[in-house]
Antibody
Framework: EVHLEESGGNLVKPGRSLRLSCTAS????????MTWFRQAPGKGLEWVGF??????????EYAASVKGRFTISRDDSKSIAYLQMNSLKTEDTAVYYC???????????????WGQGNLVTVSS | DIQMTQSPSSVSASVGDRVTITCRAS??????LAWYQQKPGKAPKLLIY???TLHAGVPSRFSGSGSGTDFTLTISSLQPEDFAIYYC?????????FGPGTKVDIK
């Protein structure tokens, strides 16, 4: 059974950093792209970024709103994906979800399995 | 970026009703469209991908159709567990974008 579990969410002050982890099980992690989405309180879903599998170069893509501040990485030996968030802003406050990519076209994937979500609150 | 719109924004329905939700893309996306269901406080779940392919384990009362710019999600006979928000998402081009969601609630 596929399972994704995020951790690392917290309350942080603007300008600070935070790293989220996404621990995967139930599938061959290294074979799949992993995507991060977020959802601000009471709002819709927003794509944050994704990382391709090593077979496709392991490269990353980011939303314009986070590019240069957020970094996605992966450790296939541990089946973990990471979202490093620097220079956090109040508008980054959201529940962050990691997802497994099913079929991908360019930087866009269907997300067939989602983690439970992890709340990041950026506030002074 | 491709803009996704959904209609209606909300619909009130009864158990057993047939419900149809429409999603429109601002430009053609072939069949690169997914539908997700989200219940309060929970993560979204994939229902349909490639516009009409049911994800594993999703009940057959859910169906999807369309291609190009216009898509529909149909619930043939609404069940109590179907009351939720439904989102469409295009995966044709970068960045992936979502519709604003359609809330299905109890009449």
């Amino acid at each position: 059974e596929v399972h994704l579990e995020e951790s690392g969410g917290n309350l942080v002050k603007p300008g600070r950093s935070l790293r989220l982890s996404c621990t995967a099980s139930g599938f061959t992690f290294g074979d799949y792209a992993m995507t991060w989405f977020r959802q601000a309180p009471g709002k819709g879903l927003e794509w944050v970024g994704f990382i391709r599998s090593k077979a496709f170069g392991g490269t990353t893509e980011y939303a314009a709103s986070v590019k240069g501040r957020f970094t996605i990485s992966r450790d296939d030996s541990k089946s973990i994906a990471y979202l490093q968030m620097n220079s956090l802003k109040t508008e980054d406050t959201a529940v962050y979800y990691c997802t497994k990519g099913k079929y991908c076209r360019g930087g866009s994937c269907y997300a067939d399995y989602w983690g439970q979500g992890n709340l990041v609150t950026v506030s002074s | 970026d491709i803009q996704m719109t959904q209609s209606p924004s909300s619909v009130s329905a009864s158990v057993g009703d047939r419900v149809t939700i429409t999603c429109r893309a601002s430009q053609g996306i072939s069949s690169w469209l997914a539908w997700y269901q989200q219940k309060p406080g929970k993560a979204p779940k994939l229902l349909i991908y490639a516009a009409s392919t049911l994800h594993a384990g999703v009940p057959s009362r859910f169906s999807g159709s369309g291609s190009g710019t216009d898509f529909t999600l149909t619930i043939s006979s609404l069940q109590p567990e179907d009351f939720a928000i439904y989102y469409c998402q295009q995966a044709n081009s970068f960045p992936p974008t979502f519709g604003p969601g359609t809330k299905v609630d109890i009449k």
